[in-house]
Each structure stands twice: as structure tokens, then as C-alpha cells.
């Protein structure tokens, strides 16, 4: 049998060529320096952003008369204070090892720290609602009159510029001893910070529901409360929590100067130099906001876990 002849494939197409030009030597050396200049532009900014804090740390240093000689010929007496507050004055050893003639007045410590914590309680509550409301009058984005924004504003700057102890002194002298100079010290501090955070919060919130209930014909009490509260509950309940964390710490100190609380007893153990109470105080303070804070991190773990379920 012949065999069958072979079929001449048609031709196609030629395939493009593709010529790559190597770039001359004087071309990579100029990729190359503006390649160097490029990296060598942020090195400049972080060496001159550092050089400018270090200046200025130096010029705060000299204006504060910082003296490092000084503090450093001192700075054992730090450690030696804490070792004589952890050591029985009459030389018998460690405080710890005689818990009962340590902790002698824990009763009446515990109803102390029991007042700081109803003054930290209330304070943060009186705050927290002072800062809601304000939150959003101060918010760009809900309020379109500057000068109503801006008062809101300048009222929650001045609560929280202002200390909260010398809120606490003019309390006291306007009010006499006692928790309530305390309580209203805290709000307004609280309503301060708290208000410039919430309203933070309101300015980043998602538009769509704002202007799908405003295009309903829904007022603005009615847009804040089903368009804005939502969105921003769980960011609020967050700040809150964290806050009264803070304010049990603050309610501990405003008692120096007699605004409620363990305070004042710390004051005068520190005066009198009775250092076995202050080490008993402050162990019982450290351990009182130590499950203040776990306490605090668990709810807001389960409230904010909850809001988002819903």
C-alpha cells in the first residue's frame, strides 16, 4: 500500500516579536539615586522628628528643673520606703507574716473603699448621661449649627480640662466633707472625657441609616434615637465601663482632700507616718480596682457581645 503523503500545514501567523531594550548604564544609575533619595526621605523625617523631642524634652527638662545628679543620688530612697512600709516598726518582720496585727482595721477600710466605690459608681453614672446627651450636639455630622456644636464642644473641654481634684476643692468648700463634693467632681470630669470619645464615635457611624430616617420625615430626636444609638451603644457601653475603671483610682485620691472615700485615711496615715497602714490601705486599693478591672472586662465583653447578637 503507497503511503499517504504528509499535509504541508498551512502557515500562520508570524509570532509579534517583542524586543526588550536593556536601559543604559546611565539610566539605571539615575533609577538607582532617585531610588536612594526616596529612602532616604523618611530616615530624615524620623531623625528630625526625633531631634525636635529631644530638644524639647531638654528645654522641659531645664523649665521643671530636672536635676538627674539629684535624682539619682535619691532615687534608693524610693525602695527604701516601700521596705519600711512592708516591715513592722518594731523590727518583729515582714508585715505579711502577721496578716491579723497588719490588716487590724480592714472593717473599717472595707466601709471606706465600699464609700469609693459609690462615689466612683454614681459619678461615672451622673457623667456617662451628661455625655450621651452632648455626644450628640458636639457631632459634626447630626449637627449643622457651629455655634450650638461649638458650645457643646467648649463645655465638654472645659469638664475635662479642668482636674478633677480642684473640682473636688471648690465641691468641698462649696458643699463641706463628704461624698458629694466626690460624686459631682467625678461627673463632671466624666462628662468631659466621656463626651468628646462618644461624640468621636457618633462622627464615624455609617450615613445610610441617618438619611434613610431623615428622608422618612423622622425628627432629629426620632434620627438619633433609631438611626445613631444603635450604631454607636456598644462603643459607649466600652468607654463607660472603662471609665468607671479609672474613676474608682480618682475616687481613692479625691479623698485628700476630703471628697468621701479611703482617702483622707491614707492621707493621714502617710502624714503620721503609720507605714503599716498605708501598706494595708494600698494593698487593700490595689486588690479592691485589680477585680474592679476584671469584673469590668468580663461585663463588657458579655454587654457588647449581646448588643451585637441583637
Known sequence: MASRPGRRRAPGPTPLAISITRPSDQRLAELLDGYREAARAPRRRALL???AVAALSLVAGHVAEVDLARLWRHFGGFFDYFDRITAFESGTGRVWTDPAEWLWGWKKWGI???????????????????????????????????WLRGAARRVLEFCRTVPDIVFALIFVMAFGLGPVPGVLAIA????????????????????????GATAAGASWVAMV???????????????????????????????????????????????????????????LIILTVMLIDLGTEWLRHRLIGAMERH
Open 112 to 146: 471606706l473603699l465600699f464609700d469609693t466605690l459609690l462615689i466612683a459608681y454614681l459619678g461615672t453614672v451622673l457623667g456617662g448621661i451628661g455625655g450621651f446627651l452632648l455626644s450628640f450636639l458636639a457631632s459634626s455630622n447630626l449637627v449643622a449649627n457651629r
Open 49 to 51: 522628628l526625633a531631634l
Open 225 to 283: 434615637r433609631f438611626a445613631v444609638v444603635p450604631q454607636v451603644l456598644p462603643n459607649f457601653v466600652s468607654y463607660l465601663l472603662l471609665r468607671f475603671e479609672i474613676n474608682v483610682r480618682q475616687a481613692s485620691v479625691l479623698g485628700f482632700v476630703g471628697a468621701g472615700g479611703i482617702g483622707l485615711d491614707l492621707l493621714e496615715a502617710i502624714r503620721k507616718f503609720y507605714y503599716n497602714d498605708v501598706s494595708a490601705i494600698l494593698l
Open 188 to 211: 463632671l470630669h466624666s462628662m468631659g472625657a466621656l463626651g468628646k470619645l462618644f461624640y468621636e464615635v457618633v462622627e464615624n457611624i455609617d450615613r445610610k441609616p441617618v438619611e
